[in-house]
């Protein structure tokens, strides 16, 4: 019974909220699912333990005849004492421990036993003496308070009242004045719910031998109101993936217990697709899509940013389509970048956790492939790497992809693109088409090309990594060379990140927000977009919005991107002045974070997290001038729209 209580309460103070009256049930009922057993067992153990111990017996035999307990008190105190120096003593050898063997597993897990075994039987060793001497103070003490007829301070009930007192006081100090300077802000509110739930099942255990005649039907109550909580929580997982999801992402102790006892991923494929689907523009045709992301690609090496990388398929796609001088990825890095891309979300607000060298989306994030198979398309992707979008990896990734191929190997993948993509061109009535592939060679232009002797050698065998890129590309392509004019596919090329190859002494990736390692080729071409080129300055968190647009659809309000497909369809001319892109680098692996940039019109702010840099884009591409000092007014304003970025992080995703 106490365990039903304590889980039940222990659930309604978790729920808050969610979802109204259903979802706070129900997440009451997920939590109790886990905290029933766990109270119920844990409040038998401590029965256990009180029945053998006998703790009245033990206090009789150390209280005297006229009521005062200065045995008793002393051996609280010495109890006390010894907990507090058991727990210094091991804070204090875990770091001496920890500076001699610089934290090694092995050596740690030897140490730390052989400290804790050592300093008990120390604590053991004095225990008996320090109490004698301790019991005689007390008595000399009370003996002396009681010398005015006064009665003994040295009661039981007063012993262990002053002992509870002291702990708290203790454990208080030692946190406001130890611990929390050291660890900064610290988000207490996990421990509310298991605090209550704790208290309440104390409660019942301290009430039980005065309920009496009420104790059954207490026991109906607490037990049928958790078993009806427990049902409500089942039923939602059953009935309503959508509020379960919900529910494990807002709150951690049920959330624990949905991921304990029920597949994410089958509790994401349960909701309807009809939840994602994009509004349709009247009218709007629904051409066929092709999203080629390239990893690892710099803007500046490849021909339309007037690289020299031998790139045919690209050059004709810029020649024939819409260049975006000026996109930016969102960060510099593929785990963080394209689930901004594909989501439509601002990096820093993307929920998930990282899996390997990819990040785990947050189940709730919905996908640009997701909401287009919503609308009618047909979708498919052909990915490199297993990392990301295999399915042992949970990332995510994969959603909406109807159709998925993974392959290493760059050249097989792309011929297994084009073989799919010819056999679907003889089919009949066949829906619109979403197609992504993700190249990976770029990324591993080092490996393919071996060590580099000098910067000239490095951008030799990078642009090598891009020739064979772009010979991918044009595989796939050539699937759809058989068709009329104005019936091709709306092709659009981009990269997720670039690459530094020696720029402000890097020699890779993911360690700046510099143009090396964000300024990103964005081409787009096909019917109804004519050639030219585009100043604005765009981010590729506004890539699912340009493809709804592109696609017939009325983008999602909820993201953070805008819809590009006015600029590549010359609607609206850029504004060389206009535009902003936002980047972020996520401390996470390996990658260090805490840096950020902001780009508007020509000028680019970068906070270093200690300093600031800002650069004039357009005159200093390469970012060797910092010029702060000389633009204080432009810099002012790109602080107070960073500043409003950053702030927006704290904003949830979801709706």
């Known amino acids: 019974m106490a365990g039903c209580l304590g889980a039940s309460i222990a659930g309604l103070v978790e729920s808050g909220s969610t979802g109204g009256l259903l979802g706070a049930l129900a997440t009451a009922g997920f939590t109790a699912l886990a905290a029933a057993p766990v109270l119920g067992v844990g409040s038998a153990a401590v029965r256990g333990v009180v029945a053998a111990w006998q703790p009245g017996e033990v206090a009789a035999a150390l209280v005297d005849a006229d009521g005062a307990a200065p045995r008793l008190a002393a051996w609280v105190a010495v109890i006390w004492l010894a907990g507090a120096g058991l727990a210094f003593a091991m804070s204090q050898s875990v770091w001496m421990a920890f500076a001699y063997t610089a934290f090694k597993p092995l050596t740690m897990s030897f140490l730390e036993p052989m400290a804790a075994v050592a300093i008990a039987l120390v604590v053991l060793a004095l225990s008996r003496p320090c109490a004698r001497g301790a019991a005689a103070l007390a008595r000399r003490f009370d003996v002396r308070w009681r ?3 006064r009665a003994t301070l040295l ?17 208080a100090a030692v946190w406001w004045l130890a611990m929390k300077p050291r660890l900064g802000p610290v988000d207490t509110s996990l421990l509310h719910a298991p605090a ?21 039907p207490v026991g109906l109550a607490t037990t049928g109101a958790t078993a009806a909580l427990i049902a409500i929580a089942l039923g939602t997982a059953a009935t309503a993936p959508s509020l379960a999801l919900e529910i494990w992402g807002d709150h951690p102790l049920a959330g624990r217990t949905i991921e304990a006892l029920f597949s994410l991923d089958g509790l994401r494929a349960r909701i309807s697709l009809a939840e994602f689907r994009p509004a349709a523009r009247p009218g709007a045709p629904h051409p066929d899509i092709v999203l080629i992301t390239i990893d690892t690609v710099r803007a500046d090496h490849t021909p339309p940013y ?32 394209i689930p901004s891309m594909i989501t439509g979300i601002a990096p820093d607000r993307v929920r998930g956790s990282v899996v390997g060298w990819a990040l785990r989306l947050d189940p709730r994030h919905v996908l640009v492939a997701e909401r287009l198979r919503a609308g009618g398309y047909d979708t498919a ?10 399915s042992e990896f949970h990332t995510g990734f994969e959603r909406g992809l109807a159709h998925l191929e993974i392959d290493a190997h760059g050249p097989a993948l792309a011929g297994k693109a084009r073989a799919w993509l010819e ?14 592939m993700h190249i990976l060679e770029p990324h591993n232009w080092a490996l393919a090309s071996g060590e580099p002797r000098n910067d000239a050698d490095r951008r030799t065998f990078y642009d090598r990594s891009l020739v064979a890129s772009d010979q991918m590309v044009q595989t ?15 092709v659009i090329v981009t990269a997720d990140h670039g690459e530094a190859l020696g720029d402000h002494g890097q020699p890779f990736h993911s360690t700046d927000l510099y143009n090396s390692q964000i300024h990103v080729p964005l081409v787009i071409a096909g019917p109804g977009i004519p050639a030219g080129r585009v100043a604005e300055t765009v981010s590729l968190t506004d890539l699912v919005a340009t493809v709804l647009d592109l696609a017939g659809f009325v983008p999602p309000p909820a993201g953070d991107g805008r819809s590009l497909a006015d600029l590549a369809t010359a609607t609206r001319p850029g504004d060389p002045d206009a535009g902003a892109a936002f980047a972020a680098m996520i401390q996470d692996r390996s990658n260090p974070g805490g840096v950020t940039a902001i780009v508007q019109g020509r000028w680019k702010l970068v906070d270093n997290n200690d300093s600031f840099e800002l650069y004039d884009t357009r005159k200093d591409p390469d970012e060797h001038d910092n010029v702060l000092a000389q633009h204080p007014a432009e810099a002012a304003q790109l ?5 409003a970025r950053l702030a927006a992080r704290a904003v949830s995703p979801f709706p």
């Open 476 to 490: 796939v392509l050539t699937a759809f060379a058989h068709r009329a004019p104005g019936a091709e596919p709306i």
């Open 155 to 171: 009661r039981p009930r007063a012993i262990l009242v002053g002992a509870c007192l002291a702990t708290l006081a203790a454990l």
């Open 639 to 643: 602080r107070a729209l960073l500043d």
């Open 381 to 390: 992707g052909f990915m490199c790497c297993k990392g990301f979008w295999g």
């Open 423 to 436: 056999a679907r061109e003889r089919r009949p009535d066949r829906p619109p088409l979403f197609f992504w």
């Open 306 to 337: 007037g690289g020299h990388a031998d790139m045919p398929a690209l050059r004709g796609l810029a020649a024939r389509g819409t260049v975006f001088e000026w996109a930016f990825s969102p960060s510099n890095v593929t785990r963080r970048s």
């Open 147 to 149: 010398r005015r007829g």
């Open 196 to 216: 209550a739930g704790l208290a309440a099942a104390g409660a019942l255990h301290a009430a039980w031998p005065r309920l009496a005649r009420a104790r059954w």
